[in-house]
Nanobody, 122 residues
């Protein structure tokens, strides 16, 4: 069974950092574009960042540019989202998703993880 599993979510103070990980079981992420999405209570899911299968192309939502960095390690079959200078408005459930081919910032992905909670609060 193909699965994506996110980890790394936590409660962190404003200005703090977290690194989220997205691992895969049952398949290799090679060849897949990977996206990170988030959904806050009462809000629609939004694209945060995505990375191409080679890692050579990345995209970011304007709200996280300069603070978040997406990367991938195809040997470890893992994609990361480094989040710095976190703000309360970053609080959400974060999901990773995979689609064969290029990454996109909309939700048209084939596989989704179960999500990991990120809470930014003092």
């Amino acid at each position: 069974q193909l699965q994506l599993v996110e980890s790394g979510g936590a409660l962190v103070q404003p200005g703090g950092s977290l690194r989220l990980s997205c691992g895969a079981s049952g398949f290799t992420l090679n060849g897949y574009g990977i996206g990170w999405f988030r959904q806050a209570p009462g809000k629609e899911r939004e694209g945060v960042s995505c990375i191409s299968s080679s890692g050579g192309i990345t995209s970011y939502a304007d709200s996280v540019k300069g603070r978040f960095t997406i990367s991938r390690d195809n040997v470890k079959n893992t994609v990361y989202l480094q989040m710095n200078s976190l703000k309360p408005e970053d609080t959400a459930v974060y999901y990773c998703a995979a689609r064969f081919g290029r990454c996109i910032m909309t939700s048209n992905y084939d596989y989704w993880g179960q999500g990991t909670q990120v809470t930014v609060s003092s």
